[in-house]
């Protein structure tokens, strides 16, 4: 079936680095476009990142909420069915659970079961 299964959040201190993982299963994982997702308690989830599918030149396009622009980085690896998030100058605010995302068609929205990061010191 399809899953996603997050891994590689923890605590870490302000300034510091994380790289979540996203490894996919049961879908054609290079077929589709990868955004991570982060919730706090009380508050809905925002989109943190996205990537779409690689291009015939071995490329894909990236965009990042505003918040993170400059700090986070998405990538994908198709090989391993696998999408990334590099996690750079990490602040207080950044805590909160993480999740990976996709559409699949005709399933539909699919979450992983998520990863927290905290940031303190």
């Known amino acids: 079936q399809v899953q996603l299964v997050e891994s590689g959040g923890g605590l870490v201190q302000p300034g510091g680095s994380l790289r979540l993982s996203c490894a996919a299963s049961?879908?054609?994982?290079?077929?589709?476009?990868m955004s991570w997702y982060r919730q706090v308690p009380g508050k809905e989830r925002e989109l943190v990142a996205a990537?779409?599918?690689?291009?015939?030149?071995?490329?894909?396009?990236?965009n990042y909420a505003d918040s993170v622009k400059g700090r986070f980085t998405i990538s994908r690896d198709n090989a391993k069915s696998t999408v990334y998030l590099q996690m750079n100058g990490l602040k207080p605010e950044d805590t909160a659970v993480y999740y990976c995302?996709?559409?699949?068609?005709?399933?539909?929205?699919?979450w992983g079961q998520g990863t927290q990061v905290t940031v303190s010191s």
């Open positions: 995302q996709a559409r699949i068609s005709p399933i539909g929205v699919v």
């Open positions: 049961g879908f054609t994982f290079s077929s589709y476009p």
């Open positions: 990537i779409t599918i690689t291009g015939a030149g071995g490329r894909a396009t990236t």
